[in-house]
């Protein structure tokens, strides 16, 4: 039972480069998220999906894409990397509790 | 203005002493949930305790209790007999209209606590 996972771990990009980053989850939990984490700011929601085959924006949703065309998968995808980008990302997923569970993150550079 | 407040950047606490990591809210919403998680350096997000707005008594999960004052909106986190594993970064979070659906958390900005051996 892996809970939640993400690819990659690290990651480093060019300027103007475009990624995937993928959050796969074992829980059959419905609720799925896509976080950046900055020092001194917490973590901000980018976007989300409620289930599958559905995404909603978030708090800083700018620059970036997502889908959930599985139950199990959330994608995050950046066309078009800027140096603004660079940070720790968190996926998280949530069935009908309160509580999110949170993936170990992927930490991306972009220069 | 700020969701969470988090107003100590940083704490140092005597091992096995208790401490209090302070969490103000803004919400006019009367239906919120609070949560706190804690994050190691290791980078991991680990949930520790919830509090649900029409909640009547404090949570409690082992070591951790919420100490909720609603009328104040705070929503403090206090850990009893501090352990050296406890040294980590702690986020208060909050959702906000939890009855209708609302799947959103807004975090704080943090508060590192070392525990001094």
């Known amino acids: 039972n892996a809970g939640v996972t993400q690819t990659p771990k690290f990651r480093v990009l060019k300027t103007g480069q475009s990624m995937t980053l993928l959050c796969a989850q074992d829980m059959n939990h419905e609720y799925m998220y896509w976080y950046r984490q900055d020092p001194g700011m917490g973590l901000r929601l980018i976007h989300y999906s409620v289930g599958e085959g559905t995404t909603a924006k978030g708090e800083v949703p700018d620059g970036y894409n997502v889908s959930r065309l599985k139950k199990q998968n959330f994608l995050l995808g950046l066309e078009s990397a800027a140096p603004s980008q660079t940070s720790v990302y968190f996926c998280?997923?949530?069935?009908?509790?309160?509580?999110?569970?949170f993936g170990p993150g992927t930490r991306l550079t972009v220069t | 203005a700020q969701k969470i407040t988090q107003t100590q950047p940083g704490m140092f606490v005597q091992e096995k002493e208790a401490v209090t990591l302070d969490c103000t809210y803004d919400?006019?919403?009367?239906?919120?949930?609070l949560f706190w998680y804690k994050q190691p350096s290791s980078g991991e997000m680990i949930f520790l305790i919830y509090?649900?707005?029409?909640?009547?008594q404090n949570a409690t999960e082992g070591r951790y209790s919420l100490n909720f004052q609603k009328a104040r909106k705070s929503a403090n986190l206090v850990i009893s007999a501090s352990q050296l594993g406890d040294s980590a970064m702690y986020f208060c979070?909050?959702?906000?209209?939890?009855?209708?659906?609302?799947?959103?958390?807004?975090f704080g900005t943090g508060t590192r606590l070392t525990i001094i051996p």
């Open positions: 979070a909050m959702r906000e209209g939890v009855h209708f659906g609302n799947e959103k958390l807004t």
């Open positions: 509090q649900g707005s029409y909640d009547q």
């Open positions: 919400t006019s919403d009367p239906s919120y949930g």
């Open positions: 998280a997923t949530k069935d009908v509790a309160y509580e999110q569970y």
